[in-house]
């Protein structure tokens, strides 16, 4: 019998008797003490309840986090939860007001949710706080989400922002697809969900308040009244991913600004993990979001954005991005991604988007009425660049590049946003086109740091599905990949080695699949015109890199090619 089994057979009576024996291990008094000089900790009554306060002593801004710990139902705040409170308040210069709300089984959801109204009134109304940002971990999440709603429903001043950290938002598990995704579902964190659990959660959580979702499921509730920025952060090993990822659906749907940051393999509450580069990265992202800054990490995101206004700038006859370059004149970015300046790597790099651009203009050309499909499009605005007012376009990203992407840019008229890993390939579901009229895929730079064999997995998806798509992608010679690498150990502050490399492409790719066919093999630097300000070293390595095949662009047709093909907005061929 396997693991997830053996939990699933426990009933709801053994779960309680287990989640009282592990609360008796918790002792919030032994860590929730003063001692920290960074800190000023302050218990005060509140109505029925107590509040921990914790206050830093440096850059203190004044605003105000009602943070709402996540209790598992019965639980009092755990040691690795409370020291994430305390770095949340170092890091952002807020205060922090801990509420030690009720839990079961001495009291249910409603009791709970009444001691936080009180909690935020007071803070409101006797404190007289006005910048208040409400968050919540967990179910202490859902109850952060109902109280929102809550606060709206009484006319009560609401939060200026909501920050929902692995949320769960559905304590009665009304939606029998999200109940099948749990009850397979299994990370090895202790985490997992059955019968027992429900009837458990049901006897001592939601008590008399079945089917009021305003208390239990507030995921089920009318959102458009919510506060105008949710933050959510999650993991794909998250056994409550999936809601997390609806949640953030209906909240964009509400037309709310969310900001949904989802982290590959990391698992329910993994921000709590210092031992985890995604705990730093993702505490980093809140941190910036919460506070309105960018230094922290949004730059990072960014960074491309200043990337290709320099270009526009230095190397306008090479490439230009007027979107970019609108953007920089009111807005500076302080990220740098190299440790010093390398000029020929700025050239080959805008090179290589012009290259880009060259190619996709020239499909577009030959099939107007075609789909585009830009996969790992990051901040990258092409669709702006390129359209002809036809075109069908889906740029393709992570959940946080995207709500990075949603600060900078909108989708215009035609052009869609896919919110998906390029790994998941579920995303091939989501287009909707007539191949007919021709279909491109487009990746720029995702392919370099694979493996050959993992690229022609990941293409040969793409040809099942789609048979004589297109798709065009750069790749170096090994000698390239070599010198790529060589530079990017020394000089790259987020070195990742390069592993694709593709030395003679018209030879080298039938052997992937014989249906393949390349369309084009070109240099990135083949419609560039060196220009005489350059200095002579860069002229030579332009050269040296063609004679290595060092950066390259190659076009391939998957397949018999079934297209529609025009010539002066007039059908000439099927």
């Given at each position: 019998m396997s693991k997830l089994a053996k939990l699933q057979k426990k009933s709801a009576e053994q779960i309680f008797r287990e989640e009282m024996k592990r609360r008796e291990s918790i002792n919030p008094d032994s860590y929730i003490v003063e001692g920290d000089p960074d800190i000023t900790l302050k218990k005060e009554d509140v109505g029925d309840g107590k509040c921990c306060f914790v206050m830093p002593e440096m850059n203190n801004t004044g605003k105000y986090i009602l943070y709402i710990y996540d209790c598992d139902y019965c639980m009092p705040i755990t040691k690795d939860e409370y020291s994430f409170v305390l770095h949340l308040a170092k890091e952002t210069g807020m205060n922090l007001c801990i509420p030690m709300y009720p839990i079961a089984p001495e009291a249910g959801c409603r009791k709970a949710l009444k001691m936080l109204a009180a909690v935020y009134e007071n803070l409101v109304h006797k404190k007289h706080i006005t910048d208040i940002i409400l968050a919540g971990s967990g179910v202490g999440a859902g109850l952060a989400l109902s109280l929102a709603l809550h606060l709206w429903e009484e006319g009560i001043t609401l939060p200026d922002k909501l920050l929902l950290l692995s949320p769960e938002v559905d304590s009665e598990f009304f939606d029998k697809t999200f109940e099948e995704i749990l009850l397979n579902s299994y990370y090895d964190d202790g985490i997992y969900f059955s019968e027992g659990y429900k009837e458990f959660v049901n006897k001592y959580w939601v008590q008399e308040y079945a089917g009021q979702t305003e208390y239990t499921s507030p995921i089920y509730e009318d959102l458009r009244e919510l506060c105008d920025n949710v933050i959510i952060i999650s993991g794909t090993d998250d056994i409550f991913n999936c809601y997390a990822r609806e949640l953030a659906r209906k909240i964009e749907n509400a037309g709310l600004h969310v900001s949904y940051f989802e982290f590959p393999r990391m698992h329910h509450k993994f921000y709590h993990d210092n031992k985890l580069d995604e705990t730093l990265h993702a505490r980093m992202i809140m941190a910036d979001l919460i506070s309105d800054?960018?230094?922290?990490?949004?730059?990072?995101?960014?960074?491309?954005?200043?990337?290709?206004?320099?270009?526009?700038?230095?190397?306008?006859?090479?490439?230009?991005?007027?979107?970019?370059?609108?953007?920089?004149?009111?807005?500076?970015?302080?990220?740098?991604?190299?440790?010093?300046?390398?000029?020929?790597?700025?050239?080959?790099?805008?090179?290589?988007?012009?290259?880009?651009?060259?190619?996709?203009?020239?499909?577009?050309?030959?099939?107007?009425?075609?789909?585009?499909?830009?996969?790992?499009?990051?901040?990258?605005?092409?669709?702006?660049?390129?359209?002809?007012?036809?075109?069908?376009?889906?740029?393709?990203?992570?959940?946080?590049?995207?709500s990075i992407r949603k600060k900078y840019d909108k989708d215009s008229e035609r052009e869609h946003t896919i919110v998906k890993s390029v790994d998941d390939m579920k995303w091939l579901d989501d287009i909707e086109c007539d191949i007919g009229f021709g279909l491109l895929f487009v990746c720029r730079d995702i392919f370099l740091y694979r493996t050959s064999k993992e690229v022609v997995r990941f293409i040969e998806k793409i040809y099942n599905r789609y048979p004589g798509a297109q798709i065009v992608f750069n790749a170096p010679s090994y000698g390239g990949m070599v010198r790529k690498n060589m530079y990017s150990r020394k000089n790259d502050v987020d070195y990742k080695k390069y592993r694709l490399h593709v030395n003679d492409p018209r030879k080298d790719i039938p052997l992937w699949n014989v249906a393949y066919e390349v369309v084009t093999e070109k240099s990135v630097f083949s419609n560039i015109k060196v220009s005489k300000k350059w200095k002579n070293s860069i002229r030579i390595r332009i050269l040296y890199n063609n004679h290595i095949r060092g950066d390259r662009l190659i076009r391939l047709r998957l397949g018999e090619e079934r297209y529609r093909l025009y010539r002066d907005g007039h059908l000439i061929k099927v």
């Amino acid at each position: 019998m396997s693991k997830l089994a053996k939990l699933q057979k426990k009933s709801a009576e053994q779960i309680f008797r287990e989640e009282m024996k592990r609360r008796e291990s918790i002792n919030p008094d032994s860590y929730i003490v003063e001692g920290d000089p960074d800190i000023t900790l302050k218990k005060e009554d509140v109505g029925d309840g107590k509040c921990c306060f914790v206050m830093p002593e440096m850059n203190n801004t004044g605003k105000y986090i009602l943070y709402i710990y996540d209790c598992d139902y019965c639980m009092p705040i755990t040691k690795d939860e409370y020291s994430f409170v305390l770095h949340l308040a170092k890091e952002t210069g807020m205060n922090l007001c801990i509420p030690m709300y009720p839990i079961a089984p001495e009291a249910g959801c409603r009791k709970a949710l009444k001691m936080l109204a009180a909690v935020y009134e007071n803070l409101v109304h006797k404190k007289h706080i006005t910048d208040i940002i409400l968050a919540g971990s967990g179910v202490g999440a859902g109850l952060a989400l109902s109280l929102a709603l809550h606060l709206w429903e009484e006319g009560i001043t609401l939060p200026d922002k909501l920050l929902l950290l692995s949320p769960e938002v559905d304590s009665e598990f009304f939606d029998k697809t999200f109940e099948e995704i749990l009850l397979n579902s299994y990370y090895d964190d202790g985490i997992y969900f059955s019968e027992g659990y429900k009837e458990f959660v049901n006897k001592y959580w939601v008590q008399e308040y079945a089917g009021q979702t305003e208390y239990t499921s507030p995921i089920y509730e009318d959102l458009r009244e919510l506060c105008d920025n949710v933050i959510i952060i999650s993991g794909t090993d998250d056994i409550f991913n999936c809601y997390a990822r609806e949640l953030a659906r209906k909240i964009e749907n509400a037309g709310l600004h969310v900001s949904y940051f989802e982290f590959p393999r990391m698992h329910h509450k993994f921000y709590h993990d210092n031992k985890l580069d995604e705990t730093l990265h993702a505490r980093m992202i809140m941190a910036d979001l919460i506070s309105d800054t960018r230094h922290r990490i949004i730059d990072q995101y960014m960074y491309e954005i200043k990337e290709r206004g320099e270009w526009s700038k230095k190397y306008s006859e090479i490439f230009k991005d007027n979107l970019a370059t609108k953007y920089l004149v009111n807005n500076s970015i302080s990220y740098t991604k190299y440790k010093k300046e390398n000029e020929f790597i700025d050239i080959t790099k805008a090179a290589t988007m012009r290259a880009f651009d060259d190619e996709v203009s020239k499909f577009i050309l030959q099939y107007p009425m075609s789909t585009i499909v830009y996969l790992g499009c990051s901040l990258d605005t092409m669709f702006k660049r390129l359209d002809n007012g036809r075109v069908n376009w889906y740029n393709l990203d992570t959940p946080g590049k995207i709500s990075i992407r949603k600060k900078y840019d909108k989708d215009s008229e035609r052009e869609h946003t896919i919110v998906k890993s390029v790994d998941d390939m579920k995303w091939l579901d989501d287009i909707e086109c007539d191949i007919g009229f021709g279909l491109l895929f487009v990746c720029r730079d995702i392919f370099l740091y694979r493996t050959s064999k993992e690229v022609v997995r990941f293409i040969e998806k793409i040809y099942n599905r789609y048979p004589g798509a297109q798709i065009v992608f750069n790749a170096p010679s090994y000698g390239g990949m070599v010198r790529k690498n060589m530079y990017s150990r020394k000089n790259d502050v987020d070195y990742k080695k390069y592993r694709l490399h593709v030395n003679d492409p018209r030879k080298d790719i039938p052997l992937w699949n014989v249906a393949y066919e390349v369309v084009t093999e070109k240099s990135v630097f083949s419609n560039i015109k060196v220009s005489k300000k350059w200095k002579n070293s860069i002229r030579i390595r332009i050269l040296y890199n063609n004679h290595i095949r060092g950066d390259r662009l190659i076009r391939l047709r998957l397949g018999e090619e079934r297209y529609r093909l025009y010539r002066d907005g007039h059908l000439i061929k099927v």
